[in-house]
């Protein structure tokens, strides 16, 4: 099984980056024992400016073929935590990868989030693409601890 991140653009160093790499790597101690594999981070980016439809084909190209495919979108569904790590642990019960997209300035080309399996949204209000990558970051990081019984997650 794989687990991916396909986001829209570069990320240096600061402190998005150093969260993201301390929850991913949470994630992936806390992974182990449950059959979760570390997460791995695909950027993207369209240097002729071409925006999403540019953008689509590149993420397009870091999804494993047959993975779920989770694209994260102001518009989607507002799942709590444990109903996400319940998503989580269903698609490794199948064995199956799941890649999590993240688009860029334009958000995520109507094909690509067509054929997604789910799209989740943080709210309905805007947030910056890196931003939106921290909190997806945590947000694994918390379904691993739902899932290993940890009292990481309080309700
Ligand atoms: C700056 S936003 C793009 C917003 C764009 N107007 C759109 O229609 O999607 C960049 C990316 O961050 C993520 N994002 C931003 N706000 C979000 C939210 N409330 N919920 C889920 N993802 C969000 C999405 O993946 C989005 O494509």
Not at 23 to 32: Q, S
């Amino acid at each position: 099984m794989r687990m991916v991140v396909a986001a829209v653009g570069r990320l240096r160093q600061g402190p998005e980056a150093q969260l993201i790499a301390d929850y991913l790597d949470r994630f992936a101690k806390t992974g182990r024992p449950l059959g979760l594999p570390a997460i791995t981070l695909t950027e993207v980016e369209d240097k002729r400016g071409g925006g999403m439809a540019a953008e689509a084909p590149l993420l397009a190209r870091a999804i494993p073929d047959g993975a779920a495919v989770v694209v994260l979108d102001e518009r989607g569904q507002m799942l709590t935590s444990p109903e996400l790590a319940s998503r989580i642990a269903s698609w490794r019960d199948q064995a199956r990868d799941i890649a999590f997209v993240i688009g860029g300035a334009d958000g995520i080309a109507p094909e690509l989030r067509d054929r997604a399996d789910l799209a989740i949204s943080f709210g309905r209000m805007v947030w910056p693409h890196m931003l939106a990558r921290v909190m997806l970051s945590e947000q694994l990081y918390r379904a691993a601890t739902i899932l290993s019984g940890s009292p990481y997650h309080r309700e």
